[in-house]
């Protein structure tokens, strides 16, 4: 037999007036989606423009699928972000008592009524109540003395039959459904545990949450919470539905679209900066192509400049926006990076080659899309010698090249200063001295100082190898 509680057996301190508090509240039945990522960055930014909270909310009431591992891997995907919320977290399963003594408590109200149907009885009548195109009304909402004094019971919300409910919704508009649509929502199930919708309700009041802002998914939830909120006297708080995230072919985003997860993203090699940058633009616009890290974003933040209808992933742009961000990157923690990427692909870098990318990066990140990227772009210099040449490279070292690569061995041989500039030029003086263009020996020196995997431009390449590196491997071929 439910009870109702003389005093709440959770308080929490009242909020000033007005303060601006929003929550994101993911169910840990699995990885932390970037379309997840996107409601908690607005969340964020949104809260932070406000100068008000941002909580966070674990909805673990699935006890069946909610797993600790899922718990972990959504706060270290928003760790990763850095997407820091306020207070400590509230676990949703732990409030159970709270829920069922607001559910006690609406029932002491009128607004709330314990119903004895069984699972048949209810399904009739929900049958003919959509017959007659209404949703489900209760035989007992309006005082049917129970079957018997131990019969079984769910407590259920008394729907308002008249009129209709709106949500002012802030990114959709006004939406409105007609009272008559919504059920005698069930709020307690039989063995007492409390539904999804009421715990939602009672959660969002007891952290002030002001502004629910999530995807456009829970729209329909938001006219069956409202009447929620109404049935306990609270206000509700202002809903702002976000449109999902679709792939690249316009439709909802699955498996065949590729890295869904935040933390495959991660080990894809993108920056979490990038990954912020390039998230709060899908559906948000500030009005300009400007490029910005959240910080920068937060003034510009408004809910009113997010779109209603569905943003579509672009990876070239995600590519674009992480070069933007691995160029401006802090060259050690790019190192780190690297080390990382390359140690899960089971290559360990000596001290030296450490260091010949160390100095190289640079230039090195200024040409690199991600982390594997960069891994790429420094190939050229963590190469054994004799290198092994691809099928091109092996193309452009005929005889004729090789004998103008030990032509133009001997001449940088000579030189005094191993600066890029210097080399180039030297380059360019041995082409006008054999008669012919640049064009005539650059790839063929390419091929033979790398194998075939890119590199800058030639003078910063022989500069980068080191003398002794670069003139050993021209020797090798020729």
Aim: proline share 5%; charged share 25%.
């Amino acid at each position: 037999m439910l009870r109702v509680l003389t005093r709440p057996r959770f308080e929490l301190v009242p909020l000033p007036a007005m303060s601006v508090v929003t929550r994101f509240a993911p169910s840990p039945t699995g990885y932390l989606h970037i379309g997840g990522a996107r409601t908690a960055l607005f969340n964020w930014l949104f809260a932070r423009k406000m100068g008000g909270k941002y909580l966070l909310r674990i909805e673990d009431t699935d006890r069946a699928r909610s797993t600790p591992e899922a718990i972990a891997a959504i706060i270290e995907g928003l760790d990763w972000l850095d997407l820091q919320y306020d207070g400590e977290i509230t676990y949703q399963f732990a409030r159970a008592p709270r829920h069922r003594e607001a559910a006690e408590a609406m029932i002491e109200r009128g607004t709330a009524f314990r119903c004895y149907m069984t699972a048949e009885e209810a399904e009739t009548v929900r049958a003919e109540a959509h017959a007659q195109g209404r949703a489900l009304r209760s035989i007992y909402r309006d005082g049917k003395a129970p079957p018997s004094p131990d019969a079984p019971f769910v407590v259920r919300l008394r729907a308002p039959d008249e009129g209709e409910i709106l949500n002012a919704d802030l990114i959709q508009g006004d939406v409105r459904i007609k009272a008559r649509d919504i059920d005698d929502l069930v709020l307690l199930r039989a063995d007492g545990t409390p539904t999804y919708m009421l715990s939602v309700v009672v959660d969002d009041h007891d952290m002030g949450v002001t502004h629910v802002i999530r995807g456009d998914d829970h729209l329909t939830n938001a006219a069956r919470q409202i009447p929620i909120f109404q049935a306990m006297g609270w206000t509700p708080p202002k809903f702002a539905h976000v449109p999902l995230i679709h792939g690249e072919d316009g439709k909802k985003l699955s498996k065949r679209h590729g890295a869904q997860a935040v933390h495959e993203w991660r080990d894809m090699g993108y920056l979490p900066e990038a990954m912020n940058a390039y998230l709060m633009r899908l559906g948000w616009s500030p009005g300009h192509d400007d490029i910005l890290t959240k910080e920068e974003a937060v003034s510009q933040f408004d809910i009113a400049h997010i779109g209603k209808a569905p943003a579509r992933l672009d990876f070239k742009k995600l590519d674009s926006v992480n070069a933007h961000f691995m160029a401006l990157a802090d060259d050690t923690r790019l190192m780190g990076l690297l080390l990382e990427h390359l140690g899960r692909q089971g290559v360990t870098l000596s001290e030296v080659a450490q260091g010949s990318v160390s100095r190289a990066m640079p230039l090195l990140k200024t040409r690199a899309k991600t982390i594997p990227d960069l891994a790429e772009q420094a190939r050229f210099l963590l190469a054994q010698r004799p290198l092994s040449l691809d099928d091109k490279a092996k193309g452009l070292l005929k005889d004729e090249a090789r004998q103008r690569l030990k032509r133009l061995s001997d001449k940088l041989e000579a030189q005094n200063a191993w600066e890029h500039e210097v080399l180039a030029a030297a380059l360019k003086a041995f082409a006008t001295d054999e008669g012919v263009g640049l064009g005539q020996i650059g790839p063929a020196l390419r091929a033979a100082l790398t194998g075939g995997a890119p590199s800058p431009d030639l003078g910063q390449t022989l500069e980068l190898l080191g003398r002794e590196e670069a003139l050993a491997r021209i020797k090798d071929q020729v």
